[in-house]
């Protein structure tokens, strides 16, 4: 049954990161990885026989927790990856900070400079 | 000091309208140039230090100390100052020590002269644990780097050229002081200590509570090993 809910659920998702993707909500680089995700989680849902076999191997007594796993190691890594986005996205945020600050300041000194020259003509 | 343009005090200000006059007044005499840079005040800190006669930058976002005070220094860069001073807008540090740290920057051929508050006893009063934690983080960069920083933290600073287009292009955001410390010194720069006295801060409050001082140890302790894992490349 629970691979039936997955199978679903991925469906779904998948078409929501596609709907986000089209209403430029999520950058399209973003949504490979989430899209990439739902379609391994639908064919690990229709391959159960092989997910036994990978259980066994890895000797794991309930199948289902090796999907459990991929999936938290999946999270792991991604959550990393974001966290890795904010932190350039935080030095660029502060780039531009620092530098529209500067230019602003010289704008104003510039346009103080103008109207003193336009006042002694 | 001569009186070209040579000479830049950067003062990173938040909501400092109280005491940021005095400040601009007092370093303004000393013949240097003042940048204060407004750190999103909600005060009138950019009004009165304009008017007090310093060139004032209105950070458009908040940026904390780090990202304030490397706007100062890209501005030094840019505008080919030789010298930055690092001065507290809160009036704590004494703008009469300017000379003598450019006189010790010029004896000792240093790139970095810090204001130290412990290197001799002028009676700066401090709690049980600041000492503590400053001694330790004072220890941590001798046992990292082989040199002696009595005031690792002070926020009252001499720096040269070469050490403002170091840190036009890269400062730490969190605590600063520290940190670049540590790096200049792995890099093989000249650091020098001057004792100085510093008032206690005549208004608003110290941010230090227990549990701020412990998570600040901790975040400093971490970042003092990045920089020394980063070593010393130049």
């Given at each position: 049954m629970i691979y039936y809910i997955i199978i679903i659920v991925s469906i779904i998702f998948a078409f929501f990161v596609a709907n986000l993707v089209i209403n430029n909500k999520l950058l399209p680089k973003y949504s490979v990885l989430w899209i990439g995700y739902s379609i391994v989680l639908i064919i690990m849902s229709f391959s159960i026989k092989y997910i036994d076999i990978v259980a066994k191997i890895l000797g794991v007594y309930y199948a289902p927790s090796v999907i459990f796993i991929f999936a938290i190691l999946f999270f792991m890594f991604y959550t990393l990856h974001l966290s890795i986005v904010a932190t350039k996205e935080n030095y660029r945020t502060i780039k531009l900070t620092q530098e529209l600050s500067i230019l602003k300041e010289r704008v104003k000194i510039l346009e103080n400079s103008i109207k003193k020259v336009g006042r002694k003509n | 000091m001569q009186k070209e343009k040579k000479c830049l005090a950067i003062v990173p200000a938040y909501n400092e309208e109280k005491s940021i006059e005095k400040v601009v007044k007092d370093v303004l005499k000393q013949g240097c140039d003042v940048l204060v840079i407004n750190d999103c005040s909600k005060d009138n800190t950019s009004e009165i230090a304009k008017k007090a006669g310093a060139i004032v930058i209105d950070l458009?976002?908040?940026?904390g100390i780090g990202g304030g005070v490397q706007t100062g220094y890209k501005y030094a860069k840019e505008n080919e100052y030789q010298f930055a001073f690092q001065i507290d807008g809160?009036?704590?540090?004494?703008?009469?020590y300017i000379k003598e740290m450019l006189e010790t920057m010029d004896k000792e051929k240093a790139n970095i002269v810090i204001g130290s508050r412990f290197i001799k006893d002028l009676g700066y009063k401090q709690t049980f644990m600041r000492k503590l934690g400053g001694n330790f983080i004072s220890n941590l960069i001798k046992a990292f780097s082989g040199v002696k920083i009595?005031?690792?933290?002070?926020g009252y600073r001499l720096v040269d050229r070469k050490i403002i287009e170091l840190f036009a292009l890269e400062y730490p955001y969190d605590y600063p002081e520290p940190e670049t410390n540590l790096s200049m010194a792995l890099k093989g720069f000249k650091i020098k200590e001057i004792p100085m006295k510093m008032h206690q801060r005549e208004f608003g409050n110290s941010f230090v509570t227990p549990i701020t001082a412990i998570w600040y140890m901790v975040k400093v302790t971490l970042a003092l090993i990045i920089q020394k894992l980063k070593g010393g490349k130049k």
């Open positions: - | 458009v976002n908040n940026l809160d009036g704590q540090h004494d703008p009469k009595c005031d690792p933290a002070s």
